[in-house]
């Protein structure tokens, strides 16, 4: 590997092969890959890893699961995928940190549809009434789920099926109460004192009566911090229920003292990260740019010198924005994965997690149009049909692309509407209209079956929503149906009857375009007036699409009949 240094990448104080941004580097002398996932796969299979190899993400239940949290469920697919073509077998885990209190109430969650609400729309009492108590404990405040905590592990297990990704959804919760962390809880209890030592380099709040594990009160069901004995033989430890303090607020502890087992509580969450890589077997994980700063070291520290166990393979992934600005629910800065998929197809999405995790990105609603057009160019190049800017483009395309689409390629390129124009399409609601057009144009084959048409066409509903979310240029419909009403002077009439006759012989669209110029000269009518009287003749509105471009794109017939106002 390249040992440049890299002013991006601080010196974490962890050993070198466990360096967080190691995966940044270009394979120096060893292996040069088009796709990125392969370097991992390299440095994962360098562990010499038993079957199954295990991938790991995870998530706080708290907020909305939105677009952003897709990144741990779709770069670690890549992974996997990679891996299982090398003949592996592997387990794509998911945790959900489902035991930790919660903290304060949100300002925003999401229903089951993936609806972003407020906190008038559901029950927030039953949330306000819960602080303290774990996600699990706590009702569900829509009413749909076991808990809160079962409702958000729904959201994100249903962003997993959207993307036809496959994974093992693991509550902390169920790992305590069926005892699969008791043996790693138990362990840090008997070596307190070395995980006081380990975890006081990151937090100054450790002091000589520190322990290890947070009781939840069986009084209040409040998990509580301040533990008093502990008995690693008859696995209990003795509690007193305090305050906590949660950012700028303090939830009261009702000040019980009892005694709690060790599937009664949890672990801290710097040593349940690790005891979640010892129990499950994780060999590899991916994660933000915020835990590499300081939760990434920490983890590596407790598992080398407290658990004696080694540390998964990581890689820093870039959060990316959206339009520009952190992802925040609290601002409404959020998207979810339902409402991407229907502007643009679920390969176009998994291409935009495909592309290098490194390094910055930015989302954008309004720019959807440059995202689906990147992936179609992917695809043309995968399939021959558009030759590569440079070799690398071609090799990142034959690697990545197999791993976009649902099951094996087709033989065939699919048919894909250029989503532009698929949009234009989508101001018309006659779905005859929107497959003559499309095929006079030449992106519809003659011979093209019933399903592949469909196919083909379905782009044109997520274009016009796309239209219809941005309110962009393409945000117009077609008035097919009637005729609107309007009424225009002598000059005007004339100039649209001019119009009608050069349309009858000329079927260039530029041509169009600049003769909608010269008529308006001709007919001495204002040229702005004459665009707005053809906008409200087709969409009875002011303004619109380039005209020209749109009417050479209609059917020929309906155009002469409107522009003469006889339809």
């Not at 087709?410 to 048919?415: K, L, V, W």
Request: hydrophobic fraction near 35%; proline fraction near 7%; glycine fraction near 8%.
């Amino acid at each position: 590997m390249s040992e440049e240094p890299d002013e991006d990448r601080p010196d974490h104080g962890v050993p070198a092969e466990y360096d967080p941004y190691l995966l940044r580097e270009d394979g120096g002398e060893g292996t040069q890959h088009a796709f990125w996932a392969d370097r991992v796969a390299d440095h994962i299979e360098d562990r010499e890893p038993d079957d199954p190899v295990v991938i790991k993400g995870g998530i706080s239940p708290s907020g909305i699961p939105h677009l952003g949290n897709a990144n741990e469920i779709v770069l670690g697919y890549f992974v996997a995928e990679v891996l299982r073509e090398r003949g592996y077998e592997v387990r794509q885990l998911f945790t959900t940190d489902d035991r930790d209190p919660l903290r304060g109430l949100p300002r925003k969650l999401a229903d089951l549809d993936g609806q972003i609400v407020g906190l008038g729309d559901i029950d927030a009492g039953a949330l306000g009434r819960n602080l303290g108590k774990p996600y699990t404990d706590i009702p569900d405040p829509f009413g749909c789920c076991d808990s809160y905590g079962d409702h958000f592990s729904t959201l994100i297990a249903a962003i997993a099926d959207d993307l036809d990704v496959p994974i093992e959804l693991v509550s902390n919760t169920d790992c305590y109460e069926d005892g699969r962390f008791e043996a790693a809880t138990e362990f840090v209890l008997e070596n307190r004192e070395t995980a006081r030592d380990v975890l006081a380099e990151y937090q100054n709040k450790v002091d000589e009566d520190y322990v290890p594990f947070n009781p939840i009160c069986e009084e209040c069901g409040k998990v509580t911090e301040t533990v008093t004995d502990v008995d690693v033989e008859a696995g209990t430890v003795s509690y007193r229920c305090t305050d906590m303090e949660a950012g700028d607020q303090t939830i009261d502890g009702c000040g019980h003292e009892g005694t709690a087992s060790l599937r009664e509580g949890k672990l801290p969450w710097r040593f349940e990260w690790v005891a979640q890589w010892r129990e499950l077997g994780v060999d590899f994980e991916p994660f933000g740019k915020d835990h590499a700063e300081g939760s990434w070291p920490s983890g590596v520290d407790i598992a080398l010198n407290v658990f004696d166990v080694e540390p998964p393979v990581p890689m820093v992934y870039e959060w990316f924005t959206l339009d520009g600005e952190p992802f925040s629910s609290s601002a409404g800065n959020v998207v979810m994965v339902p409402e991407v998929l229907e502007l643009i197809e679920p390969e176009v999405l998994r291409y935009f997690f495909a592309r290098d995790p490194t390094r910055s990105r930015d989302f954008s609603i309004p720019r959807l149009d440059q995202l689906v057009d990147e992936f179609d160019r992917l695809e043309a190049i995968y399939y021959g049909e558009q030759e590569p800017g440079e070799d690398a483009d071609k090799a990142f395309a034959d690697r990545v692309y197999p791993f976009l689409v649902d099951g094996e390629p087709a033989d065939e390129r699919p048919i894909r509407i250029p989503f532009r124009f698929a949009a234009v399409l989508g101001m018309t609601e006659d779905p005859a209209l929107r497959e003559e057009i499309a095929r006079r144009e030449g992106h519809i084959p003659d011979d093209a079956d019933e399903d592949v048409v469909a196919d083909a066409l379905s782009r044109v509903e997520q274009a016009r929503r796309w239209a219809r979310r941005t309110d962009n240029a393409y945000n117009y419909e077609l008035k097919r149906e009637s005729m609107p009403d309007v009424e225009f002077d002598a000059n005007t009439e004339a100039a649209l009857d001019e119009l009608a006759d050069f349309i009858e012989t000329h079927d260039d669209p530029e041509a169009i375009q600049g003769e909608i110029y010269e008529i308006a000269r001709r007919h001495d009518v204002d040229v702005g007036d004459f665009f707005a009287a053809g906008y409200r003749l087709f969409f009875d509105q002011e303004e619109g699409p380039k005209l020209g471009t749109f009417l050479a794109k209609l059917d020929e017939a309906f155009v002469l009949d409107r522009l003469r106002r006889e339809r």
